[in-house]
């Protein structure tokens, strides 16, 4: 069995193109290799399944931290999407999509163990389910005050002297 692993789209990072609502021939350019058996994405962060017009399986696991529905009432921050994939014998013989609540308050708590980065854009997210990620100016309120561009500076300076 030959599987592709990509964000999106091979050539494309970005963009709506593998939303469920979109053509099939859309999906069709996820597997363009006749030898892809299963191309697995994960840019929507909404579980899908669905097949290419060749019959090539596509699965979208959904999103371990930032899971995503259309629908405002079955959208829900407290859930952690996956699946579990058996292959035995180069077929797919078992898939499970899997939605698994998990403890906000200690993802939180470790989070800020762990020192990470843009800690009240995180917590916001973790509350509300809103995202910020393209949001320049209010991410660059947080950017300033605790000098993520001197982080990074410093870091692939010292990235860089090591290798």
């Not at 979109?22 to 097949?51: C, E, K, M």
């Not at 017009?53 to 859930?79: D, E, F, K």
């Not at 609540?101 to 916001?124: F, G, N």
């Amino acid at each position: 069995m030959i599987v592709s692993l990509a964000h999106n789209l091979p050539d494309k990072n970005h963009g709506h193109a593998l939303y469920p609502d979109q053509p099939q021939l859309n999906f069709d350019q996820i597997a363009p290799d006749s030898q892809i058996d299963l191309a697995v994405y994960g840019h929507t962060h909404q579980q899908l399944l669905r097949y290419t017009s060749n019959g090539q399986v596509i699965l979208n696991p959904g999103s371990i931290g930032q899971a995503y529905s259309p629908r405002p009432h079955l959208q829900t921050t407290t859930y952690a999407d996956y699946a579990l994939l058996q292959l035995n014998d180069g077929a797919i013989t078992d898939l499970d999509l899997r939605q698994v609540p998990y403890d906000v308050s200690a993802e939180l708590s470790l989070a800020k163990q762990q020192q990470l980065p843009y800690p009240e854009v995180y917590t916001k997210l973790r509350h509300t389910g809103a995202t910020s990620t393209h949001n320049a100016a209010y991410l660059k309120q947080f950017e300033q005050r605790h000098d993520y561009q001197q982080e990074v500076a410093e870091f692939l300076h010292k990235y860089r002297h090591q290798h």
